[in-house]
């Protein structure tokens, strides 16, 4: 029942904002349902991977998936993934969940800002409509179409091996990390690049499972499989509820919610250290 819950709090999370799904998945698999970290990274690949994966066909019909950057961001992120999933298994549990909540705080931190900062720049219509954005490594041709030459190649390339290995270090899917990315190197709205990422975090995920299946890795399917159950169930709720919020608002309940979960996930691991 508990996992049926923990999954429609993940599902909504993916549905609302295009990530952070993982940013619940990992503390709830550890402190709901006493999983360890070397447990719970590959769980959590798992989970959302296949989460993610509904919501890709979900979003299909919007045509908001923009498929070239993340097909680029995959393939780069899918390569990498392995190595962060090794390191997982070898460092502290604590130093990770640590790392991880400070990575989440400046994430959150950047996309706070840039809400207040910029809003129509999360409008559902691209900003490249309106006008030319100077920072955009990728540009949209006059009728619409996505370009990638070597800049933007390199770009989404790098960034999406800086996910993988992330991806498979903290057993997340990347959203918190894929959306922000493609808003700086794509010139795509907070609407297409919460689309694109599902795709993305579903082609990382599944790399990160492979991985995990050849290092020999076990899954619980009696709780993942009520943990998919209950994401897809959120997800759909949560794209629901994203179609009434502005791309402003959305960027801002991203953040908070990052920002919320990385607090909770340091103050438990002082706690559980002795520092407090």
Same mark, same amino acid.
């Given at each position: 029942?508990? *996992? ?20 619940? *998945? ?7 349902? #006493? ?38 961001? *995959? ?97 997340? #899917? ?103």
């Amino acid at each position: 029942m508990l *996992a049926l819950l923990f999954g429609v709090i993940v599902g909504l999370a993916l549905g609302l904002t295009g990530g952070g799904g993982s940013l619940f *998945a990992i503390p709830l698999l550890v402190y709901g349902l #006493g999983y360890s970290m070397q447990q719970a990274v590959p769980m959590s690949l798992l989970i959302v991977g296949i989460t993610s994966a509904v919501g890709v066909l979900a979003a299909l019909p919007s045509k908001r998936i923009s498929f070239k950057p993340a097909l680029v961001f *995959a393939v780069s992120g899918m390569l990498i993934t392995p190595f962060g999933i090794q390191q997982a298994m070898r460092l502290p549990q604590a130093l990770v969940l640590m790392l991880f909540a400070v990575l989440a705080l400046l994430i959150a931190s950047y996309m706070w800002r840039r809400s207040l900062r910029a809003p129509e720049e999360a409008s559902v219509v691209r900003a490249s409509f309106m006008r030319e954005n100077a920072t955009a490594l990728c540009r949209f041709s006059a009728d619409g179409c996505f370009r990638i030459n070597g800049p933007c190649a390199a770009g989404l390339a790098v960034a999406g091996a800086a996910t993988g290995f992330l991806s498979g270090l903290f057993g997340v #899917g990347g959203g918190f990390l894929i959306v922000p990315a493609l808003m700086m190197i794509t010139q795509l709205s907070i609407q297409s690049a919460v689309a694109t990422s599902l795709l993305t975090i579903s082609a990382i995920s599944s790399g990160g499972v492979v991985s995990s299946l050849v290092q020999g890795v076990h899954f619980d399917w009696a709780t993942a499989t009520p943990f998919i159950a209950g994401g897809i169930g959120g997800l759909s709720l949560g794209f629901a509820v994203a179609k009434h919020l502005s791309g402003a608002v959305l960027q801002r309940v991203f953040a908070g919610l990052i920002m919320v979960t990385a607090v909770f996930i340091i103050l438990r691991t002082m706690h559980e250290g002795g520092m407090l």
